[in-house]
């Protein structure tokens, strides 16, 4: 069985700044013990997160927006500590799902597959194919179509994919759950599933001897591939996850 795999491999740069960085925590902890007076919201969590998050960025190539979101979430509670009497703890939610839902609102419209990092025989193929909104207003339904949307915001839906000859896929799920059983699936070569999760779940079960390709990135998430398989891998047979997942979980398995 081959577990699912990130081909997102670090760069010497984000080498070079952990050093960097733990040298210098090291140094900041040698002072402290050595009687040198520095500010307590040295040694706080919001500097931890800001931490991860420069690091994060030049992990990345500051490619993604995960390393923004934990310096902001850093910056915003270490505001407090810099202004007695200044409560921002209770507007953090409220600011963060409005900020969420602005983001979609706001996100440009497009279907090119190489803003996804789809190489350009591919994207060229699909840049003129939309996905299509799901015909059923069911939450949950069986597709026999090469590609499906899945969209499920404050809510949970299920769908049953059993297309011979799957493409691509988009999986939303904004403070919701997604199941997506792709059991009874079939692709050729490789296919593609873009998810976008945030504050929800997806569990996507697919059949054991597909090679499943993890390049989803984010924050405070977990990708976990279940699958038990007894059979041999179908390296013909490549389905690439990409798109990205902040506090939510994705589960990959198998029956």
């Known amino acids: 069985m ?15 700044a952990a050093g960097v960085i733990l040298v210098g ?20 969590w919001p500097i931890i997160l800001i931490i991860i998050g420069i690091y994060t960025g030049i992990k990345h190539n500051f ?21 007695p009497g200044l409560r921002l703890e209770p ?6 799902i409005i900020g969420i839902g602005l983001v979609y609102i706001l996100k440009p419209k497009g279907s090119s597959w190489r803003k996804f990092g789809i190489n350009n025989k591919i994207s060229d193929k ?49 403070f919701g759950g997604a199941d997506i059983d792709m059991s009874q699936c079939d692709i050729n070569e490789t296919a593609f599933i873009f998810m976008e999760v945030a504050f929800g779940g997806v569990k996507l079960v697919v059949p054991p001897n597909w090679v499943v390709t993890n390049e989803i990135t984010g924050i405070f ?4 591939d279940k ?20 506090f939510g979980g994705i589960e990959i398995k198998s029956y």
């Open 2 to 16: 081959e577990n699912i795999k990130n081909n997102m491999q670090p760069n010497e740069n984000s080498k070079i």
């Open 25 to 44: 925590i090291g140094i900041a902890l040698l002072l402290r013990n050595m009687g040198m007076l520095l500010p307590n919201w040295l040694f706080t």
């Open 63 to 83: 490619k993604n927006n995960s390393w923004i979101i934990l310096i902001a979430i850093g910056g915003f509670f270490l505001v407090d500590k810099f202004i």
């Open 91 to 96: 507007y953090f939610w409220p600011i963060l």
């Open 126 to 174: 699909w840049d003129n194919i939309d996905l299509k909104p799901n015909s059923s207003m069911s939450d949950s339904s069986v597709e026999n179509n090469d590609q499906f949307t899945a969209s499920s915001v404050f809510s949970g839906v299920n769908k049953k994919i059993i297309s011979k000859n799957f493409q691509r896929g988009k999986i939303t799920a904004v």
């Open 221 to 224: 998430h977990g990708i976990e």
């Open 227 to 246: 699958r038990y398989n007894n059979t041999a891998v179908d390296s013909s047979k490549v389905l690439v996850l990409k798109g990205s997942c902040t």
